[in-house]
């Protein structure tokens, strides 16, 4: 597999309080990668260290070979990154219609419609109307109409009903392809696990486990994600 993302020795955090401690972790181009791990186990830092939305104290954050440690969220994005933060990152104030013009930027929004069909009698609606699982969808409208080379998922399944996150790890394999590199954050989840090739797990903002997905379903779950 050809290099994706990297992270070397990264330590990062909020303010004072450091989150990840010198973690290191590979993220090929060509792979599903579930990062598992239970609340405040330091998910969510991983994908915002790679994004730029909190800043690397020491080590380095590398895309495709290239050193992005310091470069801003913008260009990361314009790069190829594409993130679904764990909130339901939409514009509250503006209908579901116009949110999905705004991400779509000139391309067919029927593509959202057909993986999430509860939105297509919602255009009018506000989006901050939406009930949780309303605004997740929407929310996973641009990985949909524009995924990028890199895709940062952070418990995009959080609020979905089976049927939606069902169709959502559907989407997930359709956008596998060998040229793109797939981050699934998200608690223990045996769906998102099957469909992973390689799967970290996070303690304390440090890698407490890691192998190929296989090993993971074929026996017990580590202890720190019971």
């Known amino acids: 597999m050809s290099s994706g993302i990297d ?6 955090g909020y303010g004072p309080v450091e989150a990840l401690h010198g973690i290191s972790l590979s993220f090929p181009l060509g792979s599903v990668v579930a990062l598992l791990g239970r609340n405040g186990a330091g998910k ?8 730029g939305s ?5 080590g380095h954050v590398t895309w495709r070979g290239r050193d992005i440690t310091r470069l801003p969220t913008h260009e990361r994005v314009a790069a190829g990154l594409t993130v679904v933060p764990v909130e339901a990152n939409v514009f509250a104030g503006l209908s579901v219609a116009e949110n999905l013009s705004i991400f779509a930027r000139g391309a067919s929004i029927d593509r959202v419609h057909a993986v999430f069909p509860e939105l297509a009698s919602r255009g009018a609606q506000r989006a901050s109307t939406l009930s949780g699982g309303e605004r997740q969808m929407l929310a996973l409208a641009p990985i949909l109409l524009r995924p990028g080379a890199a895709l940062l998922l952070d418990e995009v399944t959080s609020g979905l009903s089976v049927g939606a996150a069902e169709r959502l790890h559907r989407v997930i394999d359709e956008l596998a392809t060998p040229q793109r590199v797939i981050v699934v954050a998200e608690q223990y989840q045996p769906d998102i696990v099957r469909r992973a090739d390689l799967v970290y797990v996070l303690s304390r903002g440090e890698l407490a486990w890691a192998g190929e997905a296989s090993e993971l379903v074929s026996g017990p779950p580590p202890a720190v994600l019971i």
């Open 54 to 58: 909190i800043p690397v104290a020491s």
């Open 7 to 12: 992270l070397v020795r990264v330590r990062a």
């Open 44 to 51: 969510t830092s991983v994908l915002r260290a790679i994004d």
